[in-house]
Every structure is written in structure tokens, then in C-alpha cells.
């Protein structure tokens, strides 16, 4: 029933839609360009031994990954309003249902990481294998995050206005247009508690080499991540059963 939900948001996603699933790689590639002129040729940030247009990249694919999960995941219970209030079926599914799209987004937009790494000769490393955590790491904090505003949003209809404005101040506090090491001690060890850091950090380490997380990361950004997770669905699990009459 999840995939069901899922699938049918990435049909509506795309429908009527000009170019489609296009719009998957034209944005982090149309970003990655503006980051990389910006912060990559103006204000000349470090990019840890990297082309920056890798670097840069190979940071905003799980970053949009968890930006578009949230998006999804926070608005799935009032997009599906009519159903909730017809149908019993188990509530979760909505908020594990909203990671279908941007994992699809995040597999189409993958292909110009690769194709950047081939033309700037940067190899895979056997570290990759690692990825996958890192990015169940990244769903983890979506799914637990966005579970908690979409209960939020069921009695408050501020969430789908509140939600860019956190992205926007999040983005800047993960590792997308620099390195975490290339920061002040000080600020190394408050953005660790942001368990995108680890994610970034770690997802970028596997596939490109780069400096792996510190144990300042691991230490602080996965129990958060977890503690995200477990209040997150605690709160819905909580509230689910008056959804129906709410909404």
C-alpha cells in the first residue's frame, strides 16, 4: 500500500509537466552551477582536494534527498485528507511512503555525479559501499523530522509555511557548499549535533575519498538522528487515531 501511495505521488509530481522527471537533474544541476560560482570561484571555499562542481554536487544529492522527503513527508497526512477520513488502513505508511519520490529523484539527478566524476577523473572508491548507510541515516532523520510537523499539520496549517524557511536555515547549517572540517573548532562541534552533517560528510567520504566524519559526528549526529526518528513516530503514533476527526 505504501508503494501504491508513493507511486501515484510521483505521477502527480511530473503530470502535465513539460519535461518531467527532467526536473529531478535540472535542479541540483542548475544550483550546483550557481553554488559553484558563488562559493566555488568568488568566495574560493575549500572543496577538500576536489573539483568544486564534484564537491558541490556529490553534497546536494542527499541534501535534496532529505529536503524533498521532508517537504513530502510533513504534508502526506492533510494531501491524503479524503482517504484518512474513509479508509482505516495503518497511518505510517503515509509518512514512509513520502521517501519514494526523492529516492527517484535522488537515482536520476546520481547520473550527473557520475558523469562529472568520469570527466574530472575521480575514482570510486571501495568505501561506497558505505553509502547506503549513510543515506538510510539521511531517511531516517526525514521520516522522523517530517512525521512530527506532518501530526503538527493535521490541527495547524502553518507547516507548509514554516517548512521552506527551516529548509533554508538548515541548508546552511550542513556541509553541502563546504567542508565540516574547514569551520572553527567551535562551530565543528555545535553543527555536529546535526545529523545531516554526519550524512553529508559520510555520503561524500564513501564516494569520493574524502575526509571521513569525526568521532564528533558519530557520537553526536547519530543518536540524534535515531532520536529524531523514535519522537517523531512516538508523536504521530500518539495523535494518529484523531486525524480523521481533525481533518
Known amino acids: 500500500m505504501a508503494l501504491t501511495f508513493a507511486w501515484r505521488d510521483v505521477k502527480v509530481r511530473y503530470k502535465q509537466s513539460l519535461i518531467g522527471i ?10 550546483m552551477v550557481v553554488f559553484t560560482i558563488i562559493f566555488g570561484k568568488f568566495a574560493n571555499f575549500p572543496a577538500q582536494g576536489q573539483q568544486y562542481p564534484v564537491f558541490v554536487y556529490s553534497g546536494l544529492l542527499p541534501w535534496l534527498f532529505f529536503a524533498t522527503a521532508l517537504s513530502q513527508i510533513s504534508t502526506s497526512v492533510v494531501s491524503q485528507r479524503n482517504l484518512v477520513q474513509k479508509v482505516y488502513f495503518p497511518r505510517l505508511i503515509l509518512p514512509i511512503s513520502g521517501l519514494l519520490v526523492p529516492a527517484v529523484d535522488f537515482l536520476f539527478s546520481s547520473v550527473v555525479l557520475a558523469g562529472l566524476m568520469m570527466y574530472w577523473d575521480v575514482p570510486l572508491h571501495s568505501t561506497v559501499v558505505f553509502a547506503p548507510f549513510f543515506l538510510l541515516l539521511i531517511a531516517c532523520t526525514a521520516i522522523g523530522v517530517g512525521a512530527f510537523f506532518a501530526t503538527i499539520n ?17 541548508l546552511y547549517l550542513s556541509p553541502v557548499i563546504y567542508g565540516s572540517n574547514a569551520l572553527p573548532d567551535l562551530w565543528q562541534r555545535l553543527i ?12 561524500r567520504w564513501a564516494l569520493l575519498g574524502t575526509p571521513e566524519p569525526s568521532n564528533l ?31
Open 217 to 247: 559526528e558519530w557520537a553526536c549526529g547519530l543518536p540524534i538522528a535515531v532520536l529524531f526518528l523514535v519522537v517523531g513516530f512516538w508523536f504521530y503514533r500518539r495523535w494518529e487515531f484523531r486525524f480523521a476527526d481533525t481533518l
Open 22 to 31: 527532467g526536473w529531478a537533474i535540472i535542479q541540483p544541476v542548475a544550483t
Open 192 to 203: 555536529s549535533f546535526n545529523p545531516l552533517v554526519l550524512g553529508i560528510t559520510g555520503f
Open 154 to 170: 493535521v490541527r495547524y496549517r502553518d507547516v507548509p509555511y514554516a517548512i521552506p524557511f527551516i529548509v533554508q536555515i538548515w
